[in-house]
């Protein structure tokens, strides 16, 4: 480091993805990490189900990579699948030694070993977990560690703008240089050099009117990626969880796979099963089986949810395996030891993103990108569960060895130029963002949700065209707040979806159209790469 806006690294994102790489590197860098709101404030936290890895000595790493490519429908990189799966234990014991308390139960000749879950599409038990809150011990371990390492400096509330990137000067090839940041406090812009600049941003999913992710899975590495000019990969598939929580109090709060892992069941409101009439796996299927079952009995019947029962088993085992599910439910009146639990599908996560090779490199050279913001071909058309943190940690173990070994030959960055504020003024119309924001999120439920058509596509893209010349606009000639940057590129993640999803003239893993109900059996199947140099989108 030369100064204060000067670092080795800039980690956009404290998730899992971000502090597991800050850890991985800072022994021999110094780094900057960023959060748009508190250190908490990803999807990681609110992960409940767990880590899958390979830890059972019945199972295999064959098993495993087969069921992730299962999962995946013929899209999944085979190379990224193997990588993944291989390096899984040994990053479940970094984790455990760094402190994370994950669940163990005692074995007939008294050792103590790792209880693993079992969730849809995994054909063994494998999921490693802290009860049902496996993401609050991740976050709240890693960030007491990486508290601790005299190299890492945090940076809350810090919104990242755009990345810098210099152009291609003295047969000198372009490369990232930095980020302008907006504090969302103060609102002022900076500019921050780095040698190298991560995105650990996670995913895009609140492009939908509803979603289990927390307000900042807005899509933002994805969509600075995208203006900085790298490619985005397989955006069509977008993760519907089947299963969160219908009350009126609660917008996102998730009911695990594992519920339906330990032999929780879906009803309707009559008492009767219907996942027999869906798939052979019932409640075990495929998640993205389970959301379309689920959306389609809603939508056949009127219903506003179906509900998930577990009360046939005795009341201390649910208390002990889900008492946070538990918890949460009893405070909304729902005792979930007696009583099914009201459900409905949302969006959870999102499967495409940043395309990067087998080290987290995206297409601007010192630019990586990590977790949930990437897409590394490990989940094709559809993510296996508890798949994710795992990539999250295997990936920033493969960036941080790629990035230990380039950091000393990188000059350090050029002078930076300032924020230019002089061409715009404070908004006197907020209306605008926050109405924009709420017509985008529903149309994107009502036309590019569960079930798509090329009809709804389009009608899709008609009112985005619409949008995104307001937003240019509005861009240009005010100031920027948090919640217009993210609106800005929230409208860019929703046009890569769009766009992706009408290119895919098949039904595959999660894209689901009524137009090309089947998968396409009769050509070689490809993932769907979007290059920002084939646009121009004036955001
Ligand atoms: C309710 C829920 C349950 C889940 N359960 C599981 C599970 O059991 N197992 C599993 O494997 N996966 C699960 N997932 C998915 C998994 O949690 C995520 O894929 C993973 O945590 C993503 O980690 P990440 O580090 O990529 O991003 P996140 O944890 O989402 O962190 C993103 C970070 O980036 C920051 N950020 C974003 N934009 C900006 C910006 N512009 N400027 C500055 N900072 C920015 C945010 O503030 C945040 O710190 C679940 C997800 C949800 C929502």
């Known amino acids: 480091m030369t100064n204060s806006n000067t670092y080795d690294a800039l980690i956009i994102g404290s998730g899992c993805a971000g502090l597991s790489l800050a850890l991985r590197l800072a022994d021999k860098t110094r780094i900057l990490l960023l959060s748009k709101v508190s250190l908490t404030s990803g999807s990681t936290y609110w992960a409940q189900g767990g880590i899958s890895a390979v830890l059972d000595p019945t199972d295999s790493l064959e098993s495993h990579i087969q069921d992730t490519l299962n999962a995946g429908a013929g899209l999944c990189n085979l ?3 193997q990588l993944t799966v291989s390096h899984g234990k040994k990053n479940i014991q970094w984790l455990n030694q760094l402190g994370v308390n994950f669940t163990q139960i005692e074995t007939t000749n008294g050792e103590k070993t790792f209880h693993l879950n079992r969730e849809g599409g995994h054909s063994h038990r494998r999921i490693v977990h802290t009860a049902d809150a496996t993401g609050k011990a991740v976050s709240t371990t890693l960030i007491n560690c990486a508290k601790n390492h005299p190299n890492i400096t945090f940076l809350e509330n810090h919104n990242a703008v755009d990345l810098i990137i210099n152009t291609k000067q003295d047969g000198k090839e372009a490369r990232i240089q930095g980020a302008y940041l907006l504090n969302t406090l103060t609102n002022k812009v900076r500019s921050i050099a780095a040698k190298t600049v991560i995105l650990a941003t996670g995913g895009a999913s609140k492009v939908y009117q509803y979603s289990t992710n927390p307000d900042i899975s807005t899509g933002d590495g994805i969509a600075l990626a995208w203006r900085a000019g790298c490619r985005v990969s397989n955006m069509e598939f977008m993760q519907f969880h089947p299963t969160c929580l219908y009350h009126p109090k609660e917008r996102s709060f998730l009911i695990s796979e594992a519920l339906r892992g330990e032999g929780g069941k879906l009803i309707l409101p009559d008492g009767s099963e219907f996942m027999h009439l869906y798939d052979p796996q019932k409640e075990l299927a495929p998640r993205d089986i ?43 009146g729902i005792d979930i ?26 297409d601007i ?22 798949n994710s943190l795992l990539e999250c940690l295997v990936f920033a ?20 130029p300032e924020w230019d504020e002089s061409q715009v003024s404070d908004s006197d119309e907020e209306v605008v963002v926050a109405h924009n924001w709420d017509e985008l999120r529903l149309f994107m439920w009502d036309y590019v949700g569960i079930v798509r058509t090329n009809k709804r596509l389009s009608r899709a893209m008609h009112r985005l065209d619409i949008l995104k010349e307001e937003i240019a606009e509005y861009y240009g000639n005010f100031r920027v707040t948090g919640d217009l940057l993210e609106l800005r590129n929230l409208v860019i993640v929703a046009e890569l979806i769009i766009r992706s999803a009408l290119l895919r003239k098949e ?17 070689t199947i490809s993932n769907t790469v979007l290059n920002p140099t084939h646009f121009t989108n004036g955001l």
């Open 507 to 523: 039904s595959r893993g999660l894209h689901y159209t009524q137009d090309y109900p089947k998968s396409d059996k009769s050509k």
């Open 365 to 386: 050279p010192g630019l990586y990108a990590i977790g949930e913001v990437a897409c590394t071909g490990l989940h094709g058309a559809n993510r296996m569960a508890s």
């Open 397 to 416: 173990e493969q960036a941080a060895i790629d990035i230990s070994s380039t950091l000393a030959s990188i000059p350090q960055p050029y002078p930076l």
């Open 337 to 362: 030891t007696q009583q099914p639990i009201p459900v409905v599908p949302a969006a959870h996560y999102t499967c495409g993103g940043v395309l990067t090779d087998l080290h987290g490199r995206t």
């Open 290 to 332: 389970v959301a379309r079952a689920i959306d389609n009995e809603i939508k056949k019947h009127g219903f506003d949810c179906v509900f998930l029962d577990i009360s046939h088993k005795p009341a201390d085992f649910i208390i002990q395996h889900f008492p946070t599910i538990h918890k949460k439910c009893l405070s909304l």
């Open 79 to 81: 190379e990224a699948v």
